[in-house]
C-alpha cells in the first residue's frame, strides 16, 4: 500500500484536471489544458509505485539531493521531470507542494485566455 492515499484526490482536485490512463505505459496521466502535469506509475505488479512531476530544473535537482526517494523523471525529460517514490519517505506537504508547482507549471505554458477559461471553471476538458 503506498504511503499518499490522499493523492489522488489532490491531483484530481485541481481546476480544468482531466485523467485517463495508458494501458500501453501502465499510467494515470493527470492533465490541464491537454498538457501533462502529473503520471502516475504502475511497477510490474500492477500497483502505483511512482508520481513523476515537472519542476523547475534547479529545484528538482535540490530535490533529488535531498531525497532519495525522488529521482529524475520515469521515462520522460530528466531534467525537467521527477518521480517521487509512492512507498518512500517523502513528507506528505512537500509531496503536495510538488503536486502544486507542477500543475502550476503546465498551467502557466497554456495561452492566457486557456488559463483564464480553466480558472473560471468554463474549459469542457
Given at each position: 500500500m503506498m504511503n499518499y492515499p490522499w493523492l489522488y484526490d489532490e491531483l484530481a482536485s485541481k481546476p480544468g484536471v482531466t485523467?485517463?490512463?495508458?494501458?500501453?505505459?501502465?499510467?494515470?496521466?493527470?492533465?490541464?489544458?491537454?498538457?501533462l502535469f502529473a503520471a502516475i506509475c504502475r511497477d510490474e505488479d500492477g500497483q502505483d509505485s511512482l508520481v513523476t512531476l515537472k519542476l523547475?530544473?534547479?529545484?528538482?535537482?535540490?530535490?533529488r539531493d535531498q531525497y532519495a526517494d525522488i529521482t529524475p523523471g520515469y521515462y520522460m525529460n530528466k531534467?525537467?521531470?521527477?518521480?517521487?517514490?509512492?512507498?518512500?519517505?517523502?513528507?506528505?506537504?512537500?509531496?503536495?507542494?510538488m503536486v502544486e508547482k507542477s500543475y502550476r507549471l503546465v498551467l502557466g505554458?497554456?495561452?492566457k485566455k486557456a488559463q483564464r477559461e480553466i480558472l473560471e471553471g468554463k474549459s469542457e476538458s
Amino acid at each position: 500500500m503506498m504511503n499518499y492515499p490522499w493523492l489522488y484526490d489532490e491531483l484530481a482536485s485541481k481546476p480544468g484536471v482531466t485523467k485517463d490512463y495508458k494501458v500501453e505505459w501502465q499510467w494515470t496521466r493527470y492533465q490541464v489544458g491537454g498538457k501533462l502535469f502529473a503520471a502516475i506509475c504502475r511497477d510490474e505488479d500492477g500497483q502505483d509505485s511512482l508520481v513523476t512531476l515537472k519542476l523547475d530544473p534547479a529545484e528538482g535537482a535540490f530535490l533529488r539531493d535531498q531525497y532519495a526517494d525522488i529521482t529524475p523523471g520515469y521515462y520522460m525529460n530528466k531534467e525537467h521531470w521527477n518521480s517521487v517514490n509512492l512507498n518512500g519517505a517523502v513528507p506528505d506537504n512537500l509531496l503536495k507542494d510538488m503536486v502544486e508547482k507542477s500543475y502550476r507549471l503546465v498551467l502557466g505554458g497554456l495561452s492566457k485566455k486557456a488559463q483564464r477559461e480553466i480558472l473560471e471553471g468554463k474549459s469542457e476538458s
